[in-house]
């Protein structure tokens, strides 16, 4: 079988934890890389990507890679790729690029030349030519030019691999899977201790958790990825993936550790509930303020995503009391992703771990405390 470079694209300080994952999944030849981790395998292996990373954004395939000092250049390259694979003329395409101290500097032209490089050829040999369709396309295409070098990659995913399939609402400030799945890594939790989510929302951190413990592949609840669009996917290919996700179901552990959510929102809690039961966990949710939260003779480990002021609204002193709150829990392992700096400075402790991360448009840090 061909040896084919994939990339696992990650939110920016992520790439750790996802270099991790990919190590941990037993993918070869994994880097790591700024903005991604590149790895490589047969065909197959992009697909368990899709299915297993907890943390990716996306799974793209490289392509080709050639030298393009001009736009000629980057028309003539595009084209000598054969698209039959991989995209039919009733099909539709996008394309996306970036372009980085080359002699082209404009990213929308440079995407509209690799479209029509690619329409031009199947249209050839057609007569008719595939649409653009920018929402949802059948191929995804990604340039990165770079120094007059061109790097082709293929979308794998279809929808960022954040959208798992079992959220069907949100709170008010929901917060991606996949950065959930990264900060749980970053945490150190075992898998096996005590897990506590005091400000749940949603439940995405107790789910994500309760599907990593139990080794439930979170792409198992996606109804679609976007390479069993490609034009190549056939019988056979929808037989091997379908023989892939029964060994991924296989491999399911029975009950989960013990994780405690809460929150003092009642709806966001029906919402909680509705995704744990659509992700097949079970998990209780209990309505608590985050202020009465003890602790006990045992060592847990907190992981939470506290309210920020940005999209929710904080009483005031509120951090303050939640860093009061935090301080008496002596043993545990408490880690927040924090988008205002009030958390930090009102647990006057230095974090064990500070990772400055991004949740959608805030800027946050995971902090990493244990408490003496």
Excluded at 2 to 21: Q, R, V
């Amino acid at each position: 079988m061909e040896t084919l470079e994939f990339y696992a694209a990650a939110i920016p300080g992520t790439e750790k934890a996802l270099c991790e994952e990919l190590c941990e999944l037993g993918f070869g030849s994994v880097r790591l890389n700024r903005g991604g981790i590149p790895f490589r395998g047969e065909a197959r292996e992009g697909w368990r990507a899709c299915l297993e990373s907890r943390i990716a954004q996306r799974i793209q395939l490289l392509l080709h890679r050639f030298p393009c000092p001009s736009e000629d250049a980057l028309f003539d390259g595009v084209k000598a790729i054969d698209w039959s694979p991989y995209i039919r003329s009733d099909q539709t395409l996008s394309v996306s690029a970036v372009c980085i101290a080359s002699a082209i500097t404009h990213s929308g032209f440079a995407a509209l030349k690799v479209k029509d490089a690619i329409v031009d050829q199947i249209r050839a040999r057609t007569g008719q030519r595939p649409s653009v369709d920018r929402h949802d396309p059948d191929l995804r295409i990604f340039l990165y030019l770079a120094n007059n070098k061109a790097a082709l990659y293929l979308d794998l995913s279809g929808e960022p691999l954040h959208r798992r399939g079992y959220r069907k609402e949100a709170g008010e400030a929901p917060l991606r899977e996949t950065l959930a799945a990264a900060i749980l890594r970053m945490s150190h939790w075992d898998r096996t201790s005590t897990l506590v989510d005091p400000m749940c929302g949603s439940g995405t951190i107790p789910i994500e958790a309760a599907l990593w413990a139990r080794n439930i592949a979170p792409g198992l609840s996606r109804a679609q990825f976007g390479f069993e669009r490609w034009a190549q996917f056939g019988e056979r290919e929808a037989t091997e993936l379908k023989e892939l996700r029964g060994q991924l179901r296989s491999v399911v552990t029975g009950q989960s550790p013990r994780i405690v959510c809460s929150d003092i929102d009642p709806t966001v809690l029906d919402i909680a509930s509705d995704n744990a039961r659509t992700a097949g966990v079970k998990l209780s949710f209990k309505e608590r303020d985050v202020r009465d939260l003890q602790g006990d003779q045992a060592a847990h480990t907190l992981v939470t995503n506290p309210p920020y002021g940005v999209r929710l609204e904080k009483s005031p002193g509120f951090c303050r009391e939640v860093a009061a709150t935090f301080s008496r829990l002596h043993g545990w392992r408490v880690c927040l992703l924090a988008g205002t700096p009030d958390y930090e400075r009102e647990l006057s402790a230095t974090p064990q771990y500070r990772k400055p991360l991004s949740n959608g448009d805030i800027d946050c840090a995971f902090l990493s405390y244990d408490i003496k």
